[in-house]
């Protein structure tokens, strides 16, 4: 031990610079690398969980305070899906519809000569249920019968409407019409089916 402290005594001033800047350098490579990079990495972790959760919690504040809002758009969304079934009708209701159609073509005036109901179309939110329909009468009597669906509470779409072979009859001129007439009614949406995981 003497022996050693002797020796550094008799080293030259700058090469005891040396040694001691050697030594300091590998204290602190050994501390960075045995404790300060671990740190290092782990605040860096640390510090990004602590941003994607500041960024999570205002996005739920934000959510939070809008509350309200939503609540009063989906009022608003649900009271116009209500409103929107009361012009589609159900399942239950076609047949009836269907019926005071006629019923409003006889009224009218018009002869009903044929009245076909075709197969409904499906779509997301609703079902399309079209009617064929051929009548002959006077143009004002088509127009009279045209005039009363449009005033029905439900939503009736004519279309395809022809007009053809007009023969005079007790003095009118009696036309020959076909034309499409198209009801909806309200079905649920049709959900998406769920595709399992491969494995």
Do not use: C
């Not at 075709?118 to 009548?135: D, G």
């Not at 439900?154 to 009118?172: D, E, T, Y």
């Amino acid at each position: 031990m003497n022996q050693t402290l002797e020796q550094w005594t008799n080293l030259h001033i700058a090469m005891k610079t040396l040694v001691l800047v050697f030594l300091w350098g590998l204290v602190v490579s050994g501390y960075y690398f045995m404790y300060y990079q671990d740190q290092e990495n782990s605040y860096r972790m640390l510090l990004v969980q602590f941003k994607n959760k500041r960024k999570e919690r205002t996005k739920y504040q934000t959510t939070a305070q809008n509350l309200p809002l939503w609540k009063e758009e989906v009022k608003r969304l649900e009271e116009e899906r209500k409103k929107a079934q009361t012009l589609l009708p159900t399942a239950k209701e076609i047949p009836t519809l269907l019926r005071k159609l006629d019923s409003l073509a006889n009224k009218s005036g018009l002869e009903i000569t044929v009245f076909n109901p075709l197969r409904t179309l499906r779509k997301r939110y609703y079902e399309e249920v079209p009617t064929r329909m051929a009548a002959s009468g006077t143009f004002y009597e088509l127009m009279v019968f045209f005039d009363k669906v449009s005033h029905l509470d439900r939503i009736v779409n004519i279309s395809g409407f022809n007009l053809n072979n007009p023969m005079l009859r007790n003095q009118k001129i009696v036309l020959q019409s076909s034309f499409m007439l198209t009801t909806y009614r309200y079905v649920s949406p049709i959900k998406k089916p769920v595709k399992g995981r491969r494995r």
